[in-house]
């Protein structure tokens, strides 16, 4: 299985840092956040990582290299036009290719337990789902993805930054899936939704209504969205960093 780490995105809201890198370089503990999101996908015995690269592509570059200081080998794969995370993922398609599941793991969230990739692996080939979400119970639910919980840790359904009355629970996604490859051609088929991106949760919820597989798995450990200035020092004052 491959990873793939979009890391392409402005950051508009992480200005003025983002004005000379992206914001998957800021640090949290000792390292970028998107060291953190490599080193959780080698955890789960994941060593081939395709990064999507965008917004001063460069500076990720020149950082991470070719993944040897990890022990991964890196690719990266440009998005031309940020048009949101679904246009990010299509354009890792020829690097994933359509022969196996893979999995993401957004290059700005923080994941305090090392184990949530594998975690996640597993329940996905356990219970043989198409796409499997991580999930975490969320306060805030206008800022995030949020799924209808079915039996079995079926998805009955998902919305992308409900209000509050629209929300059909607080189970927030977390940045965290493991995909099929279906997923590519779907995303050519859906049409540009919240914010005029193109939204990974609506072409979920599309390959759900053609009756694919979609389930959901709680994730443990301290998930944080390190999008904002305010989260970002939440994330590095609340978190006992390891090494
Ligand atoms: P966000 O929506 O939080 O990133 O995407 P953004 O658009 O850069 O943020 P703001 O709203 O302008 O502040 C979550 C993740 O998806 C990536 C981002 O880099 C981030 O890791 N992303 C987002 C892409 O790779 N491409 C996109 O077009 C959008």
Known sequence: ???????????????????????????????????HAIHTLKEAGIEEIVIIVGWKQHAILDYLRSGEEYGVKITYAVQDERNGLAGAIKAGEHVIGNQE?????????????????????????KKDFDVTIGTQEVEEVESYGIIDPGKDNKVKGMIEKPSREQAPSN??????????????????????????????????EKMRKQNFDVGYKGIVGEYIDVGTPGRLRRANKEINFRE
């Open 171 to 204: 189970m927030g996604i977390t940045g965290v899936y493991i995909l099929s490859p279906e997923i590519f051609d779907i995303i050519e088929e859906i049409k540009k939704g919240k914010g005029d991106e193109y939204q990974l949760t609506d072409a979920i």
């Open 101 to 125: 599941d893979f999995v993401v793991v957004l290059g700005d969230k923080y994941l305090e337990s090392r184990e949530v990739v594998k975690d996640l692996r597993d329940f996905h080939d």
């Open 1 to 35: 299985m491959k990873g793939l780490i979009p890391a392409a995105g402005k950051g508009t809201r992480m200005r003025p840092f983002t004005r000379a890198y992206p914001k998957e370089l800021l640090p949290v503990g000792e390292k970028a956040v998107i060291e």
